[in-house]
């Protein structure tokens, strides 16, 4: 494959994007925010950068000036606490444990895998279902287990994982431009504009 083929094939993945999945999501999140709820977010590997580049843009890419924040917390971040549960646990519950400090009832797990069927991305999510969560899932090619299990999943329609990886990147940052979008306008500003 030639970069040029990469992108044109890459293209084609993103015209054929569910968007009607992605607003689904967006409208979670964007309840979440409503209701003051922290999100967690999980993946292994390109995953995991793509969890803690989402956390980035929630906390400080939503920001609106005299509105409350996101509150988004990669659960891919802490790496003495991911190697202690994965040395004295099992590396399947090294997301599962992190949460079980922290997630409340209607608290939000985004759980990122490419091929839907990552052991420790599962386990979370039958977990985060369990207490209470509300569960979101970014996943590639059929979707793997993830789809199933999740309220709210995005498939990415390609079966490249490089290419799952770049779709979900595109998605996160669709999600949170929308919801600053959203929460602009919800200001007295935008509201004394409306009058």
């Given at each position: 494959?030639?970069?040029?083929?990469y992108i044109d094939s890459l293209r084609e993945a993103l015209g054929a994007l569910p968007t009607r999945d992605i607003a689904r999501a967006e409208q979670?999140?964007?309840?979440?925010?409503?209701?003051?709820?922290?999100?967690?977010i999980a993946g292994n590997g390109g995953?995991?950068?793509?969890?803690s580049h989402l956390a980035n843009d929630l906390n400080k890419g939503t920001i609106v000036p005299g509105e409350r924040r996101f509150r988004a917390i990669a659960l891919t971040d802490n790496v003495p606490l991911i190697t202690a549960w994965s040395n004295d646990a099992s590396y399947e519950r090294i997301f599962v444990e992190q949460m079980a400090n922290f997630l409340e009832p209607?608290?939000?797990?985004?759980?990122?895998?490419?091929?839907?069927?990552?052991?420790?991305i599962v386990t979370a999510v039958q977990w985060a279902r369990d207490a209470g969560a509300v569960t979101i899932g970014l996943t590639g090619g059929s979707?793997?287990?993830?789809?199933?299990?999740v309220d709210y999943g995005?498939?990415?329609?390609t079966s490249r994982m490089e290419q799952i990886e770049d779709v979900h990147?595109?998605?996160?940052?669709?999600?949170c431009t929308a919801l600053r979008t959203r929460i602009e306008?919800?200001?007295?500003?935008?509201?004394?504009?409306?009058?």
């Open positions: 494959m030639t970069p040029s083929s979670a999140l964007f309840r979440a925010w409503l209701e003051g709820r922290t999100i967690f995953s995991a950068s793509t969890a209607r608290d939000v797990l985004i759980a990122i895998s490419g091929s839907g069927n990552s052991p420790s979707g793997g287990r993830l789809r199933a299990l995005v498939v990415a329609p990147l595109v998605i996160s940052h669709a999600l306008a919800m200001t007295p500003a935008s509201e004394a504009r409306r009058a």
